[in-house]
């Protein structure tokens, strides 16, 4: 006769609370300030058993935790890291000159090149599922974007953030 047993975390639950954790810490928050500022509508213990797979998540309670998250609710979900990705991955050159762009203050700016700038940022904030939103860093092939956003040359770009003190220190 086998048995199973029902009470253990399945893989998918706890991939899924491995990413529940890994936004939650992004945010830098812990489970009791979640707990707080969502009005203990998630409670401590029972977010800390959805992050260690012991405990099921409803769609909509899945949704609700995306919304409180300020995230796409994909981005709660595991995803499989394809052959594609790691070849990519792997392409990438250290040597890039990579620039650290304050988020916070970005958003406080209007026109049109910020605003292009700012979904620009949320696209690759989105990619990488990195979701601190205060500070992203951009990288070599980033910069040529950007160039091209804010009409200056490639190899002026880390000047022209610079003047418009949206690097980060």
């Known amino acids: ?11 998918y639950s706890q991939q899924v609370g491995d990413r529940l954790r890994v936004i939650r ?3 830098r928050l812990s489970l009791q300030e979640v707990e707080a500022q969502s009005s203990q509508e998630f409670k401590a213990s029972v977010l800390g058993a959805y992050e260690r797979g012991e405990r099921a998540l409803s769609v909509p309670r899945l949704d609700r935790l995306a919304q409180f998250y300020a995230v796409p609710i994909e981005q ?3 995803r499989e ?47 990488r599922q990195d979701f601190n939103g205060r500070v992203m860093t951009v ?6 974007a950007i160039a091209a956003m804010l009409d200056v040359p490639v190899d002026q770009v880390g000047d022209r953030l610079l003047a418009l003190d949206l690097l980060f220190r």
């Open 76 to 78: 709660l979900l595991p």
């Open 81 to 127: 890291i394809t052959g594609t990705e790691t070849e990519f991955a792997a392409l990438e050159s250290p040597l890039n000159k990579k620039l650290a762009i304050d988020v916070s203050k970005l958003m406080q700016l209007s026109g049109s090149p910020f605003e292009m700038l700012a979904r620009y940022l949320r696209l690759i904030q989105v990619q």
């Open 1 to 11: 006769m086998v048995s199973f047993d029902d009470d253990a975390p399945s893989v």
């Open 139 to 144: 990288r070599g092939d980033d910069t040529r």
């Open 25 to 27: 810490k992004q945010k």
